[in-house]
């Protein structure tokens, strides 16, 4: 079985510092890792993913997290917070190893940006 | 690329009533759909997987005879809850997916249902 935790459901950052959304998961099987952002009264965006590869993943609006197999984490990061960034980030894994392509969801972070 | 259209964004409806919820891929081929039931503050709840031409497989606890989901083509998708009552409402959100566990999800915008 495999789940998801997102340490803070809240964040507080100011405009110009850094953004870090933590996501810690357990899982049998190597999975595949997701992050996404939802906007109020919006469906998800995905932002970025590691399947395989390079562990170092670059998704857009400048975000990027990096997969750490011994940590089993995949924390989300942003040199530089915007007002836009102000959302709900969730992280999602998928087993490998799942044909549906079934995600599991963290709980959520709620990110907001001051001036 | 990989836009999916969720319709109707918001409706409001009497209690007793059936509403039917379309998901529907614009421009790619929809293995799978997914549909999801997101309560206020909290995070997505899986409730069913669907694939193109067979029955849909629901998560524990989701009742099927009271939420109908139907995967006709490889662009659309339908959920219907039937005979809603308050405790419906919610923000329901689908996703299409390609095919291929190391492949995302993409998400409609959801749908806002208000039954009073």
């Known amino acids: 079985a495999q789940s998801v935790t997102q340490l803070g459901s809240h964040v507080s950052v100011s405009e110009g510092a850094l953004v870090l959304l933590r996501c810690n998961y357990s899982s049998s099987v190597p999975p595949y890792l997701f992050w996404y952002v939802q906007y109020p009264n919006q469906g998800l965006q995905l932002l970025l993913k590691y399947t395989t590869g390079a562990t170092l993943v670059k998704g857009i609006n400048g975000f990027e997290a990096e997969f750490k197999k011994s940590e089993t984490s995949f924390h989300l990061t942003k040199p530089s917070a915007h007002m836009s960034d102000a959302a709900e980030y969730f992280c999602?894994?998928?087993?490998?190893?799942?044909?549906?392509?079934?995600?599991?969801f963290g709980a959520g972070t709620q990110v907001v940006v001051t001036p | 690329g990989a836009v999916v259209s969720q319709h109707p964004s918001w409706v409001i409806c009497k209690s007793g009533t059936s509403v039917k919820i379309e998901c529907r891929s614009l421009d790619f081929q929809a293995t799978t759909m997914f549909w999801y039931r997101q309560f206020p503050k909290q995070s997505l709840m899986l409730m069913a997987t669907?694939?193109?031409?067979?029955?849909?497989?629901?998560e524990q606890g989701v009742e099927k005879d009271k939420f109908l989901i139907n995967h006709a083509s490889l662009t659309l998708s339908t959920l219907t809850v039937t005979s809603a009552h308050p405790e419906d409402s919610s923000f329901y959100i689908c996703?299409?997916?390609?095919?291929?566990?190391?492949?995302?999800?993409?998400f409609g915008d959801g749908t806002r249902l208000s039954i009073l």
């Open positions: 669907s694939n193109e031409g067979s029955k849909a497989t629901y």
């Open positions: 996703s299409a997916g390609t095919g291929g566990s190391n492949q995302p999800q993409h």
């Open positions: 999602a894994v998928r087993e490998a190893t799942d044909s549906w392509g079934k995600l599991q």
